[in-house]
């Protein structure tokens, strides 16, 4: 079920194909733009990376054809203060500048592969490759940059805003028509165990989260019922906890980390809309869990953990993205804790309550508390 069912050929077949080139491409850091010293994997302060966030940055969206920024005051991060002190600033700015020539270089690519002309939207985290108008363009650029900004500011940290848009680069098509052609491309290009056990099925519907060419399409009509940039930001926000924890995170975390980032820019959750328009909440998913909660009538946070993807029922979207929520905003350095842990093959159970310091039940105590008493 396009970027849902991807799970395990996400964990097994990705990281033995493109391996090297992707995942250098995908994470920050890297070391073919400069010689910095390595970061230190036990900085509190940056976690490892290096480098942590501007927090005062103006957000940066970028359409092919129009002038370029200025590299120097486009830049949305900085050394770590604590283990990179001394290095050279430059190497930050060649590297952005970089980042955007290998981006633009991809759009051409894809031109070439399609043979249709595409626009190339570039932020700090993501490049979108489109047959989208420019105004469309804008809205979904504006919406990667304020889910990746929101991300960065509640942790202060880069390692849930992994992508740069040289090797994250989501291609977003218009009408049924271009999915199914470009379906053709990508299967004269990779194999069918590439392109992964639910490429067939992934026909029909609207988005298929393929590790080295993500892909989505929305119409006139979809577009009535949801914002054109609910996919991208879906995608691209599960793409960030995906890297965090190098694919190993459970699928509720997953989930609910998408949904929470298209909480986050659009108020509402209307990228389920893709499955049943008539079954899915379309309404603020943290007002229905508080509804859910309220009522019991929500899942035993040690069952929802453990649940399959085809054990889901409706309310199981709006639960996790609230698990997701309170976690993230309640105790962010704690959530990156977790995260960390599972990078590091913890399993997910007690990874949580050795981050949290909390046994399951009463880190289920505490979001219905939290999640009553937010508003």
């Given amino acids: 079920m396009s970027f849902r069912s991807q799970q395990s050929f996400e964990r097994v077949s990705r990281r033995s194909f493109l ?95 399609t043979g249709w002309k595409l626009a190339c939207v570039v932020t700090r985290h993501a490049a979108i490759h489109t047959q989208l108008n420019t105004a469309q363009c804008r809205v979904v650029g504006s919406a990667l940059e304020t889910c990746l900004t929101h991300i960065k500011r509640v942790t202060g940290s880069l390692l849930l805003a992994r992508t740069r848009p040289e090797g994250y680069g989501l291609v977003f098509l218009w009408e049924k028509t271009s999915w199914e052609s470009f379906r053709k491309v990508l299967e004269s290009q990779y194999s069918l165990e590439q392109l992964g056990p639910s490429w067939t099925s992934a026909r029909e519907y609207n988005a298929y989260d393929h590790f080295a060419a993500p892909h989505l399409y929305e119409t006139p009509q979809t577009t009535k019922t949801r914002p054109p940039s609910c996919g991208a930001v879906f995608m691209t926000a599960r793409r960030q906890i995906e890297l965090a924890a190098d694919w190993r995170a459970p699928y509720w975390l997953a989930e609910g980390f998408a949904a929470y980032g298209d909480n986050v820019v659009h108020k509402l959750n209307r990228w389920y809309t893709v499955y049943s328009p008539r079954q899915i909440p379309v309404a603020d998913w943290l007002v229905e869990a508080r509804k859910l909660a309220g009522d019991n009538k929500h899942q035993p946070w040690n069952k929802m953990v453990q649940r399959e993807m085809r054990d889901w029922e409706t309310n199981d979207n709006v639960q996790t993205m609230s698990m997701v929520a309170f976690l993230f905003e309640a105790e962010p350095a704690k959530f990156l804790n977790y995260v960390n842990r599972l990078r590091n093959r913890e399993e997910q159970t007690p990874a949580l309550e050795e981050a949290y310091e909390a046994p399951l039940d009463q880190l289920e105590q505490r979001w219905k508390k939290w999640i009553a008493a937010r508003r």
């Fill in 19 to 113: 391996a090297a080139t992707i995942v250098a491409a995908n994470c920050t850091g890297s070391s073919a733009r400069g010689a910095v010293e390595p970061a230190d994997p036990d900085c509190r302060r940056c976690g490892g990376v290096g480098r942590v966030p501007l927090l005062d940055y103006k957000p940066l969206v970028w359409l092919k054809g129009t002038p370029l920024p200025k590299w120097e005051t486009a830049i949305g991060e900085q050394y770590c203060p604590v283990c990179q002190v001394g290095a050279d600033s430059r190497v930050l700015v060649a590297e952005l500048k970089a980042s955007f020539d290998g981006a633009v270089a991809a759009n051409k690519e894809w031109e070439e592969r």
